[in-house]
């Protein structure tokens, strides 16, 4: 496997089998940091593998860190005692620490259980020849700094089995008794190497040893990694031409080298093959092609159904397709299958806000704001909030206009007028409000409803629900007569005698905007002239809150028409002639800001 092989599979989701298969490539790409990860979260995952540790300790050792590597190497063999592989990595790793008499230690415990292992037996050989040979370029110490001695010797020394036993290409060589005696007498009389290197195998043990990688790193370029012709099966010495071998066969050593098994070679290249079924997919989506963009999905999935991207992608094309019940399908199996094999949370998202847009295409917007809540609770994200809103009040104008019924409103309006005649004026609000729910542009109903809520003592309610009357119907002087009667309990008396007069100005017959009136107006001057300093304060403090007072206390011209009461009343009286003046001047007075006499 190859670095290549690796980006093309970018979307594998995250399960234990694609962690491991991306280990293996980056082992293979001598990427050793990405392997160490990528093994790490296999072992997260599910941490009763041993081959994952077995293939971690491989890395670690491979990367130079020979501790880690002892360390996954015991967990491997505590977790199955019964793998060779685990003796192996460790005797290794114990040879990378110069621990010879542990590395030997744990040889001679796997030849114990495997005696015809070609891996052990070959690494006990090695770190027993370091530990009984001679220190390391010894055979340089002659005269003259070793000038003299053969520089080849010190290429080929007792550690060269080990290093060839951790490289993943050149491992399993040594199954082949003919290349181990060759490498035998390579160690014995490196000059002997003049006569080997038609054999392609020790041209790359050379390449190995002049690229001075260490232990398990080969020197191999990538053009030797993409070759399958440098390869050769066991022979005795074939020429160059000579050695064949499938690419398949050699995908097939490597990937034995991280233990990947048969079944999981297979699941592997269903895996790529499942991948060009979804980009056929894509590309017939893409054009319109919707039922062939289905079968290429579909293909995909028969080939890897642990991958929820292909159901999500079915789910688009029905979405596109307007055929929202198999849209919903094709969701919910996507994120079974996401759940299964441990997808992104963002991905798993994504696809219940797809399956909340296909009920709301429905028009079943409960099921829909119900999945953009499922959507939010697996991930957050900004764009489904903004959905999820405006669906909720969709929902909510969509509720309230199917809940309106004239008739309805009008049973519990004759309802709310008996409570009300009774004087039981609690039932009352309660049956005009559901009155007001079934007809809500109904103006006598909320008129009916304020007078209910004046009796309750609810005047702010009472004021709020006549100002929508009148909204409703500006021209209803009844709803007048009431909104200057609840401005004068309120103590809003310009803002009384305002309404009195609206209503006068449509109906200037209406006995209660009259009387209303008259009331409003006697209560003013009358308040004058008995009201004690402190109270005239206050009244005047209460109208100061008010951002109609307000404002007509900003206008320069009342400023101005204020200031001549003073100081040219001449002028003031001139200035009350004008009728918005004078009604502002009024409004003042009626609040209290302004007293007379």
Known sequence: LSLFLLNKLPNFTCTLSQFKAEGNAALQAKNFSLAIENYTKAI??????????????????????????????????????????????????????????????????????????????????????????????????GGMGGMGANPMSSLFGPDLMAKIALDPKLRVHLKDEDFVAKLKRLQSNPNDLSTMMSDPRIMQVFQMI???????????????EASPDKFSAPAQSPKPKDVKMTES???????????????????????????????????????????????????????????????ANKASVYLTAKKYDECIEACNEAVEVGKANMAPFEDRAKVITRCGKAYQKKGDLGKAIEMFQSAQLEAYDKTTQRLLKNLQLEKKNADTLAYQDDEKADEAKQRGNEFFRNKDFGPAVKEYEEAVKRAPKNAPIRNNLSAALCK????????????????????YVKAWARKGDIEIVMKENHKAIESYKKGLGLDNTNKSCRDGLHKVTMMINAGQASMTEEEKQERAKHGMADPVIQQILTDPVIRQVLQDFQDNPNAAQSAMLDPGVRSKIEKLIAAGVLQTG
């Open 44 to 141: 997260n995952l599910d941490g009763s593998n041993h081959v994952f540790f077995s293939n971690r300790s491989a890395a670690y050792l491979s990367k130079g860190d020979a501790q880690n590597a002892m360390e996954d190497a015991e967990s491997c063999i505590a977790l199955n005692p019964e793998f060779p592989k685990g003796y192996s990595r460790k005797g290794a790793a114990l040879h990378a620490l110069k621990r010879y008499n542990d590395s030997i230690g744990a040889y001679d415990a796997g030849l114990l259980k495997f005696p015809n292992d070609a891996g052990i037996k070959s690494g006990l050989e090695s770190v027993k020849k370091e530990k009984d040979g001679p220190p390391p370029y010894a055979a340089r110490s």
């Open 210 to 224: 002049l690229g001075g990688a260490g232990m398990g790193l080969g020197g191999m370029n990538d053009d030797d």
């Open 249 to 311: 066969t050699v995908e097939d050593e490597e990937d034995d080298e991280v233990d990947l098994s048969p079944a999981e070679l297979q699941a592997f290249e269903n895996k790529k093959k499942s991948l060009k079924a979804k980009e056929r997919g894509n590309n017939l989506y893409k054009s319109k092609d919707f039922d062939g963009a289905i079968a290429a999905y579909d293909e995909a999935i028969k080939l890897d159904g642990t991958n929820m991207t292909f159901f």
């Open 456 to 475: 309750v003592m609810d005047f702010n309610g009472a004021k709020r629900e006549i100002e929508v009357a009148l909204d409703i119907d500006p021209k």
